[in-house]
């Protein structure tokens, strides 16, 4: 069985330097794990590109892996011929022959050339291989803008000549756990799960952080934040999962704390919260989904309040981010059923009915005297529960609930 190719581009990797080759092992790596079913795949990563070998799995199969992984380009199937005209003339023509061309369809060849003893430059390549194909095919315009069909010849320096016919994007950014590690504040709404995302594709691993409240929040609630790590789990590897208990703080907080001041009280307990989960994982940020002006707990004010309690960085991806923007975002990753789903999360549910939107700091502190601020910390750190996630999660969970009809 012939051995089939894909070539990686890397894109913004290709500007990194000495340090190159981690981010080129985080690549592979995660394509190793999403490929572990394919049998006898073989990666090699070089300063360029990052070629994948394989016998028996289709190109669709890879290519549906490789779109959703960050840090690549573009990638495409490639097909290796000995660096000689006659032979790279072949191998077009065979592959053109492999096409259901149409009349109307139109084609173009780009060369590049990085071996520049080859007997012949771009230009020269691109006549005689667009000659031999216009000949062949003369229902077939040639068009250099947007053309049907563009053929890649690839004149390498050191190996073979490589064709391309086909080019698929790929997901940009950088390789995921190449830019350390950060904890996302993980809610069941639209916002977190873009939020992580989008630090995902700038190459962070991430791991969530869930707050449940019950009896206050249903057990579906907890499965949907749940569901939506799955799906954050195909983009990079399997996630870890912190479920914390929040609805002892959330009671001592509508006790003793004005209700217009009870929000503000309570995001600065799980910024405390998430401290000490950094420390506990050794990861290195906060992440979470807050949009600049969103709800009153996000304006530029409150949130000053709030982050006075840590001095951990916040990476918040969404902040001068549309809600249309991250509705459409949602689509795209296959987020929003899930989000849109009626269950209520923990901040919904002890959601104040007139928030104060410029909460003043020393208020605060002094509604905070009359709660046991460290160990209610504590015994929710101590009472958290991690499971690992990973992106079959939802599948598995709809095929026990199958065998139990």
């Known amino acids: 069985m012939e051995e089939k190719q894909i070539k990686i581009h890397y894109g913004e990797l290709s500007t990194k330097g000495k340090n190159r080759k981690m981010f080129q092992q985080k690549m592979a790596e995660q394509i190793r ?3 572990k079913h394919i049998e006898r795949i073989k ?31 573009r990638f495409e199937p490639v097909y290796p011929v000995a660096k000689d005209m006659d032979a790279i003339k072949k191998r077009a023509l065979e592959l053109f022959s492999e096409l ?27 006549r005689e291989v667009g000659d031999v194909i216009g000949e062949a095919y003369q229902n077939l315009a040639v068009k250099m803008t947007r053309p049907t069909y563009k053929l ?5 320096l050191k190996d073979e000549a490589y064709l391309s016919l ?46 449940s409240s019950p009896p206050y929040t249903s057990p579906q609630a907890l499965e949907k934040a749940k569901k939506l790590t799955a799906k954050l789990a195909h983009f990079g590897m399997p996630i870890k999962f912190h479920n914390v208990p929040f609805a002892k703080i959330q009671e001592e907080i509508k006790a003793h704390v004005p209700d217009s001041e009870s929000m503000t009280v309570m995001r ?5 919260i998430m401290d000490q989960l950094i ?3 050794n990861a290195d940020a906060i992440v979470n989904g807050e949009s600049l002006g969103q709800v009153a707990s996000q304006t530029i004010k ?42 209520e999360d923990c901040c919904t549910v002890f959601a104040p009915t007139a928030p104060h939107t410029k909460p003043k700091q020393e208020k605060i502190e002094d509604y905070e005297l009359a709660l046991d601020v460290e160990a209610l910390v504590k015994d929710a750190v101590e009472n958290t529960h991690i499971e690992k996630i990973d992106e079959d999660y939802i599948k598995n969970q709809e095929a026990d609930f199958a065998n139990l009809l």
């Open 166 to 211: 086909l080019s698929s994007p790929g997901l940009q950014g950088m390789p995921y756990g190449s830019s350390g590690r950060g904890m996302l504040m993980l809610s069941g709404g639209f916002d977190s799960p873009i939020a992580g995302y989008l630090m995902m594709r700038r190459g962070m691993e991430i791991e969530a952080v869930h707050f």
């Open 33 to 35: 794990h999403k490929t």
């Open 43 to 73: 990666i090699y990563p070089n300063r360029d590109f990052m070629f994948i070998k394989w016998e028996q799995a289709s190109y669709e199969e890879l290519i549906e892996v490789l779109k959703d992984i960050p840090g690549i380009s």
């Open 279 to 281: 420390e506990q994982n």
């Open 268 to 272: 600065r307990f799980m910024l405390r």
């Open 302 to 343: 409150s949130m000053r309040v709030i982050n006075e309690v840590t001095s951990t960085p916040i990476f918040r991806p969404l902040i001068a981010t549309d809600k249309n923007e991250i509705i459409a975002l949602a689509e795209k990753i296959d987020t929003f059923d899930i989000s849109n789903e009626p269950y």
């Open 152 to 156: 890649t010849v690839s004149i390498h």
């Open 100 to 126: 259901n061309i149409q009349d109307g369809e139109s084609f173009k060849v780009v060369a590049k050339r990085s071996d520049k003893e080859f007997e012949l430059d771009t230009y020269a390549i691109q």
